[in-house]
């Protein structure tokens, strides 16, 4: 089982971690939580719901981190938009999207990664120093969606664009100092395969 998903009887899946894997997930997993931020404060428990739905407006503006650019896209435009569509109308589209679930979003990718951390936090290594992650319940898709944002936010560090791009960092040099970036990029990939044939 080392280093990839394998299914568990009655659903769910696990996968073998030793210390330094563990150790770099959970690493990975708190980097995300600080660039994605601080959540949005509860509201109060008398406090009327139409109310709080519009007061928690998101921004209208694209992040300027390329990072969380890529993890809160512009809903409208991009490579994908027609030519004769108006910059400026899908500018406001996507502002007026942004507005609205943004906030949202960034909540279920924080959740994302807390689950990644807590669940690494709650396993017990072996003698030898590996430990088996067993995931059940919603894990699995807390999971999947939070090495899909690992994946995106490395992909954004190194400016992989494409897939063929990637192909390339398999012959970095060992003293490129992307080197152990492409690796955990190229981990995470792994890891985020297996457990989607594993569901």
Same mark, same amino acid.
């Given at each position: 089982?080392?280093?990839?998903?394998? *299914?568990?009887?009655?659903?769910?899946?696990?996968?073998?971690?030793?210390?330094? =894997?563990?150790?770099?997930?959970?690493?990975?997993?708190?980097?995300?939580? =600080?660039?994605?931020?601080?959540?949005?404060?509860?509201?109060?428990?008398?406090?009327?719901?139409?109310?709080?739905?519009?007061?928690?407006?998101?921004?209208?503006?694209?992040?300027?981190?390329?990072?969380?650019?890529?993890?809160?896209?512009?809903?409208?435009?991009?490579?994908?938009?027609?030519?004769?569509?108006?910059?400026?109308?899908?500018?406001?589209?996507?502002?007026?999207?942004?507005?609205?679930?943004?906030?949202?979003?960034?909540?279920?990718?924080?959740?994302?990664?807390?689950?990644?951390?807590?669940?690494?936090?709650?396993?017990?290594?072996?003698?030898?120093?590996?430990?088996?992650?067993?995931?059940?319940?919603?894990?699995?898709?807390?999971?999947?969606?939070?090495?899909?944002?690992?994946?995106?936010?490395?992909?954004?560090?190194? =400016?992989?664009?494409?897939?063929?791009?990637?192909?390339?960092?398999?012959?970095? *040099?060992?003293?490129?100092?992307?080197?152990?970036?492409?690796?955990?990029?190229?981990?995470?990939?792994?890891?985020?395969?297996?457990?989607?044939?594993?569901?």
């Amino acid at each position: 089982m080392g280093g990839v998903f394998e *299914p568990l009887k009655g659903g769910g899946a696990a996968v073998a971690l030793d210390e330094i =894997e563990i150790s770099i997930l959970r690493s990975l997993a708190v980097q995300l939580l =600080e660039l994605i931020g601080p959540g949005e404060p509860e509201p109060a428990e008398d406090a009327d719901p139409l109310a709080v739905l519009f007061a928690a407006e998101g921004p209208t503006e694209p992040p300027s981190d390329p990072a969380l650019a890529r993890l809160f896209p512009d809903a409208y435009g991009g490579p994908g938009a027609a030519p004769d569509e108006d910059p400026e109308e899908l500018r406001a589209r996507s502002a007026e999207f942004r507005r609205f679930t943004e906030n949202d979003l960034r909540t279920r990718k924080r959740e994302d990664a807390l689950a990644v951390v807590r669940s690494l936090d709650a396993l017990t290594p072996a003698g030898d120093g590996a430990a088996v992650l067993e995931l059940g319940g919603e894990l699995p898709l807390r999971w999947l969606g939070a090495l899909n944002d690992l994946r995106l936010t490395i992909a954004a560090r190194l =400016e992989i664009t494409e897939d063929e791009q990637s192909s390339e960092l398999y012959r970095l *040099p060992d003293e490129d100092p992307r080197k152990p970036m492409v690796m955990a990029y190229l981990w995470l990939g792994g890891l985020q395969e297996t457990l989607v044939e594993t569901l």
